[in-house]
């Protein structure tokens, strides 16, 4: 079965401790990303990686790291310098394609990673 | 700096009734459009895609329209089914990547479908 998993589902964070999500595609797409969703909001992008071992700041970066050592992975840290990192947090990935119809870039996304600071 | 707005932030209807939802886009420069569908506390399933180059796109029930001079699309569902709640969102591709797109997103729309 080709997809995308997230983990945990729901991961609680005491202040002061980075944490990291994991983003996991078998799917052989080359681009990766990763969104935070505030409730009632749409998704902001954090980070963005096109290819393995380059990535780029999305529009809300400050506060969170990631790598792409593999093209399957993605893993995201919420740093202690987040101040406000209870969200949810999706992880997509795309491939870009040529078709009958030109490149399409349809983004899938994981099942999401509910992050709390208790 | 794109901004995307969807109206109205929550509707609800009875079963059976065809619905519009509503997206606005501020910069027309836009590659492509998408509209998804979010359960709550899961991820999102990519419902219609339409290029910059495209008017429409039909799915089943669906059928999403752009606008691209006048910033807008709508997504139109045919006779609701109360298994149609959910919440809907729809987001532009600011630009061409090499690889990939980068998504802005609107706030969503909550619909609810009553038996």
């Known amino acids: 079965d080709g997809g995308i998993t997230q983990s945990p589902k729901y991961l609680f964070r005491k202040e002061g401790q980075n944490v990291t999500l994991s983003c996991e595609q078998n799917?052989?797409?080359?681009?990766m990303y990763w969104y935070r969703q505030d409730p009632g909001q749409g998704l902001r992008l954090i980070y963005y990686?096109?290819?393995?071992?380059?990535?780029q700041k999305g529009d809300i970066a400050e506060g969170y790291s990631v790598s792409r050592e593999k093209k399957e992975s993605f893993p995201l840290t919420v740093t202690s310098a987040q101040k406000n990192p209870t969200a949810f947090y999706l992880c997509?990935?795309?491939?870009?394609?040529?078709?009958?119809?030109?490149?399409?870039?349809?983004?899938?996304f994981g099942p999401g990673t509910r992050l709390t600071v208790l | 700096k794109q901004e995307v707005t969807q109206i109205p932030a929550a509707l609800s209807v009875p079963e059976g009734e065809n619905l519009v939802l509503n997206c606005s886009f501020t910069?027309?420069?836009?590659?492509?459009l998408q509209w998804f569908r979010q359960d709550p506390g899961k991820g999102l399933t990519s419902l219609l895609l339409?290029?910059?180059?495209?008017r429409e796109q039909t799915s089943g029930r669906l059928n999403a329209s752009l606008d691209k001079s006048s910033g807008r699309s709508t997504l139109y569902i045919a006779a609701s089914q109360p298994g149609d709640s959910a919440t809907y969102l729809c987001?532009?591709?600011?630009?061409?990547?090499?690889?990939?797109?980068?998504?802005?997103f609107g706030e969503g729309t909550q619909l609810t479908v009553n038996p």
């Open positions: 997509a990935s795309s491939i870009a394609r040529s078709g009958t119809s030109g490149i399409t870039d349809t983004q899938y």
């Open positions: 799917l052989n797409h080359d681009a």
């Open positions: 990686s096109q290819i393995v071992n380059d990535f």
């Open positions: 910069d027309s420069a836009i590659y492509n």
């Open positions: 339409i290029q910059s180059s495209q």
């Open positions: 987001a532009v591709t600011r630009r061409r990547e090499t690889s990939g797109s980068r998504l802005t």
